[in-house]
């Protein structure tokens, strides 16, 4: 990727990054708004239909822990968004203008991808920790929710449903991410590595990580080698394609000689063929004398 490349894809991630924290303040704006329209319909309902001191100290119970999993699960979404973010830029460094060069010095382009490395591991911890832990306050929601008078309000069930598809979309991203993250860094080892003649660190995250080096090592030898081969294949049959025109050149030219002197000296052409007429009846000649000879010695074998 060039620089001008690098440059609009980071300026797309601090933007999208910027546009996304701006929804997430609308919505948490729309969520305090129904909040308390949820809270005046209650009152309304309480003073058409009152309510038992039990069913009122439910119902606020239902409400203070209804708004403390939300603020928990907002918190927990802020959190995953910049985490992703991250993980996203260190993504776009890896396919940018650092990631080309790291394989120009080897021990500088070891370093940084065992850098990019770890900061990736830590990344990847944090951010699945984070959503395990958004996982827990959506069941716990869901949990109250259904527990409540308010499993059929309409508001409540449609922010539940919107935590769900938050926590599926980040979840998503992340294993994309992930991947394409994954798919870098080895490649970029193997970049390093094939110009440091070693590979000093590791690629995956098990226990087959050194099998699984040394089985991309041995593998970008053979391309290596396929490609040498290849390249000495093309070789030959450029430089007989070009012993092959040179020979062409030089019959065509021959022929084209041939062919002025015989247009240009008429008489040459007569004695040439001539020539010709005469080996050609010596040829036959020959023939008839060996023909007869053999005739009468067989004639001679006979009698």
Not at 61 to 69: A, G, I, M, P, Y
Not at 218 to 247: C, R
Request: net charge positive; glycine share 4%; aromatic share 4%.
């Amino acid at each position: 990727m060039s620089v001008a490349e690098a440059s609009t894809c980071n300026s797309f991630v601090t933007k999208w990054e910027d546009l996304r924290k701006r929804a997430r303040s609308l919505e948490t704006d729309v969520d305090v708004k129904l909040l308390s329209l949820n809270k005046l319909g209650a009152s309304l309902g309480a003073s058409k239909f009152p309510m038992s001191v039990a069913e009122a100290s439910t119902c606020n119970s239902f409400v203070t822990k209804w708004e403390d999993l939300r603020k928990r699960a907002r918190s927990l979404e802020t959190d995953v968004d910049v985490k992703l973010l991250s993980l996203n830029k260190l993504g776009a460094s890896l396919g940018g203008v650092r990631g080309s060069a790291l394989h120009q010095e080897s021990n500088f382009g070891l370093d940084n991808v065992s850098l990019s490395r770890n900061t990736f591991e830590a990344l990847s911890v944090d951010i699945q920790n984070l959503l395990d832990q958004l996982t827990n306050v959506n069941e716990r929601m869901e949990e109250l929710l259904r527990d409540s008078v308010y499993s059929r309000n309409p508001a409540s069930s449609h922010t539940l449903q919107r935590h769900r598809e938050i926590l599926q979309d980040y979840s998503h991203e992340f294993r994309r991410a992930q991947g394409n993250i994954n798919v870098l860094l080895e490649r970029e080892l193997l970049m390093a590595s094939s110009n440091a003649g070693i590979c000093q660190i590791n690629i995956g995250s098990d226990g087959l990580n050194n099998r699984r080096s040394d089985l991309f090592l041995k593998e970008h030898e053979h391309i290596k080698s396929s490609d040498k081969l290849l390249d000495d294949q093309i070789g030959l049959a450029l430089s007989t394609k070009e012993s092959l025109f040179v020979q062409r050149l030089g019959l065509k030219s021959i022929s084209k000689k041939m062919t002025t002197l015989t247009k240009r000296y008429p008489a040459v052409h007569s004695l040439m063929q001539k020539i010709h007429l005469k080996k050609s009846r010596d040829a036959m000649v020959i023939a008839a004398v060996v023909s007869l000879c053999l005739i009468l010695m067989f004639i001679y074998g006979v009698s």
